[in-house]
């Protein structure tokens, strides 16, 4: 869908916020936040494409007003979201439980399980392993110095591909492999990888005249979003 994450050359949203010294989380509460959605990524019931999809069903006003306090809000309300969406809890259970966080019943709630240490280390170990992303798939319809065309689209549902480079020309920087495609993953129908690129584009293709013409902006783009743009 469109939404938030189409907003490169926009303006309007006021300076970009930036903390010198930036600590991991700045509350607690965004440590369990993010304990959390890995909690759901590791058991299945959540991925990162899917929970992409419903951050994004915030809408933009209250994406933008929220990343204003914490980006762990927009994480809090995917697992809200997916939770209900996935019949493990209702809307109902969901309303009340937030009713009792308000009244402030949970204020000095202790967790109620503890980890062994080692089998911490051994999950963040597993975590930093090395792997490649790469599956197998269809062989890469573009090269290196390609030039394509990004398909002018506006899809219902999760897209990778931003709005402010969909028909416009670019040029294949780099060629990934097939991954992922995210259209599928966040739909639940599986993985089914297509060749992955990285897009070169001018800054003055995408935002004409507003653009510096020594910018250059690469995004990451799977194939279905493009089609050949050679003379």
Same mark, same amino acid.
């Given at each position: 869908?469109?939404?938030?994450?189409?907003?490169?050359?926009?303006?309007?949203?006021?300076?970009?916020?930036?903390?010198?010294?930036?600590? %991991? &989380?700045?509350? !607690?509460?965004? =440590?369990?936040?993010?304990?959390?959605?890995?909690?759901?990524?590791?058991?299945?019931?959540?991925?990162?494409? $899917?929970?992409? &999809? &419903? *951050? !994004?069903?915030?809408?933009?006003?209250?994406?933008?007003?929220?990343?204003?306090?914490?980006?762990?809000?927009?994480?809090?309300? @995917? @697992?809200?979201?997916?939770?209900?969406?996935?019949?493990?809890?209702?809307?109902?259970? *969901?309303?009340?439980?937030?009713?009792?966080?308000?009244?402030?019943?949970?204020?000095?709630? $202790?967790?109620?399980?503890?980890?062994?240490? +080692?089998?911490?280390?051994?999950?963040?170990?597993?975590?930093?392993?090395?792997?490649?992303?790469?599956?197998?798939?269809?062989?890469?319809?573009?090269?290196?110095?390609? *030039?394509?065309?990004?398909?002018?689209?506006?899809?219902?549902?999760?897209?990778?591909?931003? $709005?402010?480079?969909?028909?416009? %020309?670019? !040029?294949? @920087?780099?060629?990934?492999?097939?991954?992922?495609?995210?259209?599928?993953?966040? +739909?639940?129908?599986? +993985?089914?990888? $297509?060749?992955?690129?990285?897009?070169? &584009?001018?800054?003055?293709?995408?935002?004409?005249?507003? =653009?510096?013409?020594?910018?250059?902006?690469?995004?990451?783009?799977?194939?279905?979003?493009?089609?050949? @743009?050679?003379?």
């Amino acid at each position: 869908m469109d939404g938030i994450h189409d907003t490169g050359g926009m303006d309007g949203y006021g300076p970009v916020q930036y903390q010198q010294d930036e600590p %991991v &989380f700045h509350y !607690e509460w965004e =440590g369990r936040v993010l304990s959390i959605l890995t909690w759901m990524h590791l058991k299945g019931i959540s991925w990162w494409d $899917k929970s992409r &999809f &419903f *951050r !994004e069903m915030m809408g933009n006003e209250n994406y933008v007003n929220e990343i204003r306090n914490s980006y762990y809000t927009h994480w809090l309300s @995917a @697992a809200e979201r997916l939770l209900v969406s996935e019949r493990i809890i209702t809307e109902q259970e *969901r309303l009340h439980r937030l009713e009792e966080i308000q009244a402030g019943l949970y204020r000095d709630r $202790k967790p109620s399980k503890t980890f062994d240490p +080692a089998e911490i280390d051994r999950a963040i170990e597993e975590m930093h392993e090395p792997r490649s992303l790469v599956l197998p798939g269809p062989e890469p319809s573009y090269q290196e110095g390609d *030039r394509v065309l990004v398909k002018n689209m506006n899809p219902s549902g999760h897209t990778r591909c931003p $709005k402010y480079v969909r028909n416009r %020309v670019g !040029e294949i @920087a780099m060629s990934h492999g097939p991954q992922i495609y995210p259209e599928s993953s966040s +739909a639940g129908l599986g +993985a089914d990888p $297509k060749p992955l690129y990285t897009v070169a &584009f001018s800054a003055t293709e995408l935002w004409g005249d507003d =653009g510096n013409p020594r910018d250059t902006i690469y995004v990451d783009l799977w194939e279905p979003y493009l089609t050949s @743009a050679a003379a």
